[in-house]
T-cell receptor
Framework: KQEVTQIPAALSVPEGENLVLNCSFTDSAIYNLQWFRQDPGKGLTSLLL?????REQTSGRLNASLDKSSGRSTLYIAASQPGDSATYLC??????????FGKGTRLHILP | NAGVTQTPKFQVLKTGQSMTLQCAQDMNHEYMSWYRQDPGMGLRLIHYSVGAGITDQGEVPNGYNVSRSTTEDFPLRLLSAAPSQTSVYFC????????????????FGNGTRLTVT
């Protein structure tokens, strides 16, 4: 059974800092891992998808890495801005195509 | 492009009532799924489908039914609403390849906020 954990549950950092969000998963037989952003009262928006054959993916100031052997993924946000404040969730599929989510990290960027 | 459309946006039910949450997508996605989101619990998978005529249970399926008669629609039925089903419900969809979820991102609707009194 796939279990996905995100630590920390909440994080506050000053504007301009670089930061890392963590995601761990128990079943390393995944074919991808996804990172999402959720703004309050809204749905989820896909940020990055890393395929199992890749080690990282980049989009603008975001960089996601994947280490299947250790069951970990990280989302790196460079030069953080107040507009980055949101909840960030990661999701991994299990062996029968159930896509399982972590509980998310609430990020607050201090102006 | 409409993407994933969920209706209604808000709903209040009395205990014991039944209702259907609607989900439609116009991206020809074969994979569709329903999640509920509760404070402190994250998103939990209720039911999912890898194509028309195929459905399967997720992590928390009790009290919910689904059907998938077309590629576009994946309604979620609450048979007899209970206060424990008060939640925000999200529908999501994605491409599949040969009947399994492929390496394409999951697209979400904007959610239905359900209150059961």
């Amino acid at each position: 059974k796939q279990e996905v954990t995100q630590i920390p549950a909440a994080l506050s950092v000053p504007e301009g800092e670089n930061l890392v969000l963590n995601c761990s998963f128990t079943d390393s037989a995944i074919y991808n891992l996804q990172w999402f952003r959720q703004d309050p009262g809204k749905g989820l928006t896909s940020l990055l998808l890393i395929q199992s054959s890749q080690r990282e993916q980049t989009s603008g100031r975001l960089n996601a890495s994947l280490d299947k052997s250790s069951g970990r993924s990280t989302l790196y946000i460079a030069a953080s801005q107040p507009g980055d404040s949101a909840t960030y969730l990661c999701a991994a599929p299990n062996r029968d195509d159930k896509i399982i989510f972590g509980k998310g990290t609430r990020l607050h960027i201090l102006p | 492009n409409a993407g994933v459309t969920q209706t209604p946006k808000f709903q209040v039910l009395k205990t014991g009532q039944s209702m259907t949450l609607q989900c439609a997508q116009d991206m020809n996605h074969e994979y569709m799924s329903w999640y509920r989101q509760d404070p402190g619990m994250g998103l939990r998978l209720i039911h999912y489908s890898v194509g028309a005529g195929i459905t399967d249970q997720g992590e928390v399926p009790n009290g919910y039914n689904v059907s998938r008669s077309t590629t576009e629609d994946f309604p979620l039925r609450l048979l007899s609403a209970a206060p424990s089903q008060t939640s925000v419900y999200f529908c999501a969809s994605s491409y599949t390849r040969q009947g399994v979820v492929s390496n394409s991102p999951l697209h979400f609707g904007n959610g239905t906020r359900l209150t059961v009194t």
